[in-house]
């Protein structure tokens, strides 16, 4: 079923008209001594439980991506995370929970295990207690601040005969639990630095989020994060602190365009407290995946409901996600996939996490590469073409028009530009002449401006010889309206100024007896 028609059933079943309040709607269907039909309505319309249609429609109507970077876990990659940190798990803690996509892909795997979601946003917590509930899942939900280490509420759910029942507790527990398993796709790139007692580093919210994982995992912890944290400098010390003392066991390179909102590429970190080598697995199946494309009719007027637009999205498939956990689980090397690398090699490094920082070229290819200074000068040359012209673009309008997306690109090729501009520092016999210039060609504004602007003075952007004829033409409809309607104006008031139904003021007949006397 396409998204729009599961949504409007969904709004049926809560008695909903304005999407915005089917979070308060599903709230007191739970809590009250119906609970249960609504639990039978919505099995008749989404009967597939290992499906978590709640969430789709969250993300598209309701999620917050400016402010609380919400953007929940994709299916193929919440089941990798699962079944990367199945180990015969009794109980599992799921940072971040949303509506709960990771959970019910754990759960998929391991039906019996006891569950604690915490999740911060109160709007979402009613789609993880319903989604919870509907599958008979034992678990504490409680809406807490991670980074903050402040709980607000508590649920407890207890498995029933077909549906779990939900408590609300008076006091909300603040206590840190261990389960034997964690995982984790927290919101990336927050602001603020962080200070704990396990570590005496000065850490970023991504590491934060790290560190309270570790902390509440008895041995295995997954965590989902923006590919930028495997190799950037200002993070090396965080890395090595993360290898040294957090049991990292492997760091997972992932293709881009795997999310709903974001084109960026992430990553998955593997922490193992019973690890047994003092080498890290580094992998790389940023290129192994497929390709799914989302069949979605467009919103608002009749121009765009009868239009089907289309996303494509890179996927994992069953095969690839046995062949990842394969290589995780049995620590196999795969040429220019995966890859074991030591501490000597890794302080060398920088402690870098991506496998590309260690691959060995192959010396007997009959392949020929050109000089890294003419590569690096014609990447400068698209970066130069594509930085003549700048947009800047209120944060609002930015993400009506599509650009949010761009502008989160730019923001995550920029982190790597700046990790791979770092390596050239650690070339012994090789000099690089210039780096790799920044992306300078769209901003984000909180202020209400649109500027399009060409900002080298000598140089015209090829783009314009484009954009001008569009202008040009918009600019030529525009003045024909404007033409047609005054054309239209002419001839209704030519009629009423001539039968006298729509008369001067004294003045303006003064001003034309005026004119006829002369």
């Not at 739970?30 to 499906?51: F, G, H, K, N, T």
């Not at 709903?260 to 690890?275: G, H, N, Q």
């Not at 569009?470 to 003045?479: A, P, S, V």
Request: charged share 30%; hydrophobic share 40%.
């Amino acid at each position: 079923m396409e998204l729009k028609e599961v949504t409007q059933k969904i709004r049926q079943i809560f008695k909903v008209d304005d999407i915005r309040d089917l979070p308060s709607r599903i709230l007191g269907a739970i809590l009250s001594p119906d609970a249960r039909q609504y639990y039978d309505a919505y099995i008749s319309v989404c009967p597939d439980m290992s499906e978590d249609w709640l969430q789709k429609t969250y993300q598209f109507y309701l999620s917050d991506r400016k402010e609380k970077k919400q953007d929940y876990t994709p299916r193929s990659l919440a089941l990798l995370l699962s079944v990367l940190t199945s180990c015969g798990e009794r109980s599992v803690y799921d940072a971040c929970a949303g509506s709960g996509s990771l959970t019910i892909r754990k759960w998929c795997v391991s039906p019996d295990a006891e569950f604690l979601c915490d999740e911060l946003d109160g709007n979402v917590i009613p789609l993880l207690l319903f989604n919870l509930a509907l599958r008979n899942i034992s678990a504490r939900v409680r809406r807490r601040d991670i980074l903050a280490g402040e709980t607000y509420e508590e649920y407890r759910l207890t498995r029933g005969d077909r549906y779990s029942s939900i408590e609300r507790l008076m006091f909300p527990d603040n206590e840190s639990v261990i389960s034997d398993v964690a995982i984790s796709n927290p919101p990336f790139n927050l602001p603020g630095r962080f200070q704990i007692e396990a570590c005496p580093l000065d850490l970023s919210a991504n590491y934060r989020f790290i560190m309270n994982g570790v902390s509440n995992s008895k041995r295995l912890f997954g965590i989902i994060l923006p590919a930028g944290i495997l190799g950037n400098m200002a993070e090396k010390d965080s890395r090595e602190w993360l290898f040294r003392n957090a049991g990292l066991k492997a760091a997972i390179s992932l293709p881009e365009n795997m999310f709903e909102s974001t084109p960026v590429a992430t990553c998955i970190l593997l922490f193992d407290k019973d690890r047994k080598d003092d080498r890290l697995l580094v992998v790389d199946v940023s290129k192994s995946c497929d390709k799914f494309v989302r069949e979605q009719r467009g919103e608002g007027d009749r121009s765009h409901t009868e239009r089907i637009y289309r996303k494509t999205f890179n996927v994992f498939n069953e095969d690839q996600i046995s062949a990842i956990w394969e290589i995780v689980e049995c620590g196999k090397e795969v040429r220019n996939v995966s890859q074991f690398v030591d501490i000597p090699l890794l302080e060398s490094h920088g402690w870098s996490f991506m496998l590309g920082s260690y691959l060995v070229p192959d010396l007997d290819s009959n392949t020929q590469h050109r000089d890294f200074n003419q590569i690096i000068s014609d990447i400068n040359r698209v970066i130069r073409e594509r930085n003549i012209v700048k947009v800047t673009v209120n944060k609002v309008w930015a993400e009506r028009l599509g650009l949010d997306s761009i502008i989160e690109m730019s923001e995550a090729n920029a982190e790597i530009v700046r990790g791979i501009n770092e390596s050239f520092r650690f070339f012994k016999n090789y000099e690089v002449k210039e780096q790799i210039l920044e992306d300078r060609y769209i901003a984000s504004s909180a202020s209400k401006v649109f500027r399009i602007e060409n900002m080298d003075k000598e140089t015209l952007s090829s783009i314009m010889y484009i954009f001008i004829p569009i202008y040009k033409q918009h600019l030529m409809y525009l003045n024909n309206e404007e033409n047609r309607l005054l054309a239209e104006l002419r001839d209704a008031m030519l009629p009423l100024l001539m039968n006298g139904k729509l008369e001067l003021s004294g003045e303006q007949r003064d001003a034309e007896a005026k004119e006829e006397s002369l």
